[in-house]
């Protein structure tokens, strides 16, 4: 059956089980979007390329499935290169379809031509340049196998406009023929074996918790080996959910903006079993003064992370899942010879840190009202049971420090790459692939900004999401920067709170828009929002212009300099600043 290029690539996408796409038509991959009129697949036409490659992200973190995005050439790739970036750093499965300019054309500097593969190959897993239209099953096949397979990431297909408008003798591989590529799956189990051993040996372990473990679905085998050791846990950013928050060995996020027990057990541990985590500087500060007297225990999926930051003791390359429930295995069998560990001492002086030095933050009654406050509220009204993705900044921080996460796949954010804007496509993305979740957007009014215009995309395409804007007038994060390291020398980053007025900005757009400017609005503004599932909601949180994101680990400064803020100070100055035999 000879069909044209387009309709092979979209008849291969139906193989690959594409449910939905999100992006924007243009000229090079015009032939492209005719057959999708003939297709189940669901197009989502988004308002700008970056909108479509965050939308695509969310979908891939609350799916577990690739998302797919779909551009044209020139400006459409180049739009799409932040989505690409984030997704490459977080490790997200998803597939990008670019259009090229036709075949003779490439490199002659034609009308919206550019190096699309040689700009994406940085930030990609994979890219490809399709130049024969029977190609295009095997390529599209291997897309897929390449970003969801060992370290997920974002792979790249870029498709000449003559290509796509050829004709080609449909057919379709039974699985990709890549003799390069095997990601190792099962850990070495000597090594294993090891690690079972230093972790029922070890007087003060830590199992330090990654996105990995979120990537490999491996959230049952990670508290099966919690309850088997009783050793505590620390969850990253990325991996928040991974156990649940309420779990009595949950130690919640360690990190620049880590609660002090996560990053002072990291800090005295005497093991660290690391699992799909990366050393991120963000977790470990300055790394020469990180866990100094800690053994290390890396385990993840990419060999070019184990030993990268910090070197290792007992390396194991594999899929979390799979290296997890092997040192379940391994651990029960030396329990079973020689009895369970006694983390007694170490758990007593774990849960004194928690009593002592838990997050902190202050709602007086007539306000101003608080960013924390507004954020513990979302959490309680949901009782956990919704979708959280976060924009980039200080409301990112409180979203991960004051919601109680119980279940995986329910914090989405951009952690490696950080990026403005990530919120509302995302969280847009994450609820076409989880529809009967309610999805919150926690976001600030920077990043708002930078991404609202697809609010007209959940109106057209009827996705309801809740919004909400912790406005504080300015460039939070950058701001407490300032404030304590530029000597209150605030350069460029007052916004105000009354450019725009996102309740008419939402109206605008088709969604409902509130606002809310003192405490005892909060409740009754949040069950509001709660109570429409029509429409998207846009709340305007005006909150303390002045709130500062602690505890907080300065820049390239040791864990041990956690700053926890002035309270905090004033409080326990006699023990925050003794040595740290004293506090243990």
């Known amino acids: 059956m000879k069909i044209t290029g387009a309709q092979a690539a979209i008849k291969s996408l139906e193989q690959e089980g594409v449910e939905v796409m999100f992006g924007i038509p243009g000229g ?96 990609t897993k994979h890219n490809y340049l399709v130049m024969d239209p029977q190609e295009l099953p095997r390529v599209i096949n291997e897309a897929f196998h390449i970003a969801r397979t060992g370290r997920p990431g974002p792979v790249l297909v870029d498709i000449p406009k003559d290509v796509l408008q050829a004709e080609m003798v449909w057919w379709y591989p039974e699985g990709p023929d890549l003799p390069g590529y095997h990601p190792v799956t099962r850990g070495n189990q000597k090594q294993i074996r090891e690690a079972a051993r230093l972790l029922l040996a070890a007087r003060k372990p830590v199992l330090y918790v990654g996105g990995g473990v979120i990537r490999a679905g491996a959230s049952d085998e990670l508290r099966r080996l919690v309850e088997l050791t009783g050793a505590p846990v620390v969850t990253t950013l990325m991996a928040r959910g991974a156990l649940p928050d309420d779990h009595p060995q949950c130690l919640g996020m360690p990190g620049m ?10 800090q005295k541990s005497d093991l660290l079993v690391a699992l799909g985590a990366r050393f991120d500087d963000r977790v470990t500060g300055k790394l020469d003064a990180f866990a100094p007297s800690a053994k290390i225990v890396h385990a993840d999926i990419d060999p070019a992370e184990i030993g990268k930051n910090r070197p290792v003791d007992v390396p194991i390359v594999g899929d979390a899942k799979s290296v997890i429930h092997d040192l379940c295995e391994a651990v029960e069998e030396i329990v079973n010879e020689r009895g369970a560990p006694d983390y007694a001492e170490w758990m007593k002086t774990l849960k004194t840190w928690r009593t002592k030095y838990p997050y902190k933050y202050k709602q007086p009654a007539d306000g101003p009202l608080k960013p924390e406050y507004v954020i513990e509220q979302i959490g309680k009204a949901t ?26 796949n329910t914090w989405i954010n951009s952690g490696g790459l950080g990026t403005m804007g990530y919120a ?161």
Not at 67 to 84: D, E, H, I, K, Y
Not at 257 to 264: D, F, K, L
Not at 524 to 553: G, H, L, Q, W
């Open 28 to 123: 090079a991959i015009l032939p492209f979007y005719d057959p999708i009129l003939d297709s189940p697949i669901r197009h989502i036409l988004c308002r700008h390329e970056q909108g479509a490659a965050h939308a695509a992200d969310g979908y891939a973190q609350a799916t577990g499935e690739p998302g797919v995005c779909v551009a044209t050439s020139g400006p459409g790739v180049t739009n799409l290169v932040t989505g690409l970036a984030s997704a490459y750093m977080d490790s997200i499965p998803m597939v990008a379809i670019t259009g090229q300019v036709p075949r003779w054309a490439v490199g002659g500097d034609a009308f919206q031509e550019c190096d699309s593969t040689g700009i994406t190959m940085p930030i």
């Open 257 to 266: 903006h880590g609660n002090y027990t996560a990053v002072t057990a990291m």
């Open 383 to 408: 009782g956990g049971d919704a979708i959280f993705v976060g924009g980039v900044g200080q409301h990112q921080m409180w979203a991960s420090q004051h919601i109680r996460f119980k279940r995986p």
């Open 424 to 584: 509302v496509p995302a969280a847009m993305g994450a609820k076409v692939g989880r529809p009967d979740q309610t999805v919150w957007a926690i976001d600030g009014d920077g990043c708002f900004q930078m991404t609202c215009q697809e609010l007209a995309t959940m109106t057209t395409e009827k996705i309801p999401v809740k919004i909400a804007i912790i406005n504080n007038a300015f460039l939070g994060m950058v701001r407490q920067w300032q404030e304590l390291f530029y000597d209150s020398r605030f350069s460029q980053v007052e916004f105000g709170f009354d450019t725009p007025d996102y309740v008419k900005l939402a109206d605008a757009y088709g969604a409902v828009g509130l606002r809310c400017e003192s405490p005892d609005e909060v409740e009754n503004t949040i069950s509001k929002a709660m109570d429409i599932d029509d429409r998207t909601v846009v709340i305007d949180f005006r909150v303390d212009p002045a709130e500062k994101c602690y505890p907080m680990v300065p820049a390239g400064a040791s864990n041990d300099d956690i700053i926890l803020g002035p309270e905090f100070e004033k409080e326990h100055a006699d023990v925050l600043h003794d040595t740290p035999e004293a506090i243990i």
